[in-house]
C-alpha cells in the first residue's frame, strides 16, 4: 500500500500537518508532495490518495492549488480511493470556514474516486458557514484543522482522522 500526499501550503501550516499526517500513517506507505512542486498529475501513479489544503481570502482556495485547479478535471482519479484535509480560521473567517476543502471536494466528485475521511462536524466547531459540510450538515468532507483558533486540538484530531482513514481504507481492500 503507497499513499500519495499531495498538498499546498502559503505559511506551511498544510505543510506541517502534512507531515503529521506522514508520521502518524507511517513514512513507509506516505510520500509527501507539495504541488507547488510536484505535478498534480503526479497523483495518477498511486492508488490512495490524501489531498490538502487551506482557505484563504474570504473563501478561496490556496494559491498553488489555484494555479493547477484547471488540471483537475483531467485527472484521471478513477476508482482510486481519496481523503482531504482542510485548513482554515473559523473565528477570523467565521463565514467562509474551510470553503477550499469543500470546492476540492466537488471537483473531484465527477472523476469517479472513492471518497474516505469525513469528520464529524462536531460541538468543538463554531462558526457561521461553510461549503465543507455534507448536506445534512452533520460532517466535513475531509479532516477541517483550525490552527488559527483550535491550534491545541490539531494533534488529537489528526491522530485520529489517520486511525479512522486507515481504518475505512482496511474496510475497502479486504
Ligand atoms: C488573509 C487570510 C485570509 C484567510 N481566509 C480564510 C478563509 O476565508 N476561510 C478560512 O477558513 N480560513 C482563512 N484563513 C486562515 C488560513 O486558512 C489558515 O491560516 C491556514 O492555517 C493557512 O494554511 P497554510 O499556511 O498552509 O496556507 C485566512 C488567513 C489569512 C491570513
Given at each position: ?38 505535478p ?25 492549488w ?6 483537475i ?43 474516505i ?58
Amino acid at each position: 500500500m503507497k499513499i500519495g500526499l499531495f498538498y499546498g501550503s502559503t505559511t506551511c501550516y498544510t505543510e506541517i500537518a502534512a507531515e503529521k499526517i506522514r508520521d502518524q500513517i507511517g513514512a513507509e506507505l506516505v510520500s509527501l508532495h507539495n504541488i507547488k512542486d510536484d505535478p498534480l498529475t503526479l497523483a495518477e501513479t498511486y492508488d490512495i490518495l490524501i489531498f490538502g489544503l487551506s482557505t484563504w481570502d474570504f473563501g478561496e482556495i490556496q494559491e498553488d492549488w489555484e494555479s493547477q485547479w484547471d488540471d483537475i478535471k483531467q485527472l484521471n482519479l478513477n476508482g482510486k480511493i481519496v481523503a482531504l484535509y482542510g485548513m482554515g480560521d473559523q473565528v477570523g473567517y467565521t463565514d467562509w470556514f474551510q470553503d477550499a476543502l469543500g470546492m476540492l471536494h466537488d471537483e473531484l466528485l465527477p472523476l469517479g474516486c472513492e471518497r474516505i475521511g469525513f469528520w464529524p462536524n462536531g460541538d468543538d466547531y463554531e462558526f457561521a458557514a461553510s461549503k465543507a459540510l455534507t448536506d445534512n450538515d452533520n460532517y466535513f468532507v475531509g479532516l477541517a484543522l483550525d490552527e488559527d483558533s483550535q491550534y491545541e486540538l490539531s494533534d488529537q484530531r489528526i491522530e485520529k482522522w489517520c486511525l479512522q482513514i486507515l481504518e475505512e481504507l482496511a474496510d475497502r481492500l479486504a
